[in-house]
């Protein structure tokens, strides 16, 4: 059985859920950096002889990643708006969708920085396999 919150209870996991948020747009300007990372590798340890369509492919990745942050950027500051006012006003109690939104938004960005993760693993291991391959042999 699950005992209701006190209302001190309550505005303490709000504002957790709040200072949660507000560093979600923190999280989001560091992917921002990395997909400018990303983009300056590319540009500058070009492969042109790509017969796999690695090169592409990786571009199109990063490129999708980067419109799946764009959309949490606008995403997130929606959802601070949401929970401003049940910190305001404590007799408005949030309901499902409250937790409903924030773990979607949660779930979103974790995900993403997964992604993101697995992206610049590809990227190295792609550019570390080009360099070998144009490296004379010792």
């Known amino acids: 059985m699950v005992l209701p919150l006190t209302n001190s209870e309550l505005e303490t996991e ?5 200072i949660q948020a507000t560093h979600w ?7 921002e950096t990395e997909t400018h990372f990303f983009r300056d590798i590319i540009d500058r340890y070009k492969i042109a002889d790509d ?3 690695n090169e592409t492919e990786l571009k199109a990745k990063i490129e999708a990643q980067y419109q799946r942050l764009e959309s949490l950027k606008a995403k997130v500051p929606g ?9 305001c006003d404590l007799n408005k109690t949030p309901d499902l969708d409250f937790l409903g939104r924030y773990n979607v938004l949660y779930l979103e960005l974790t995900s993403l920085f997964d ?6 693993n590809q990227l190295f291991q792609n550019r570390e396999a080009h360099a070998r391959q144009k490296a004379p042999n010792a």
């Not at 747009?25 to 992917?31: A, T, V, Y």
């Not at 959802?79 to 910190?87: C, S, T």
């Open 14 to 18: 709000l504002q957790e859920v709040y």
């Open 25 to 31: 747009l923190q999280d989001i300007g560091f992917l």
């Open 51 to 53: 017969p796999n369509g």
């Open 79 to 87: 959802f601070l708006a949401f929970v401003e006012p049940f910190i």
């Open 115 to 120: 992604n993101y993760r697995l992206t610049r």
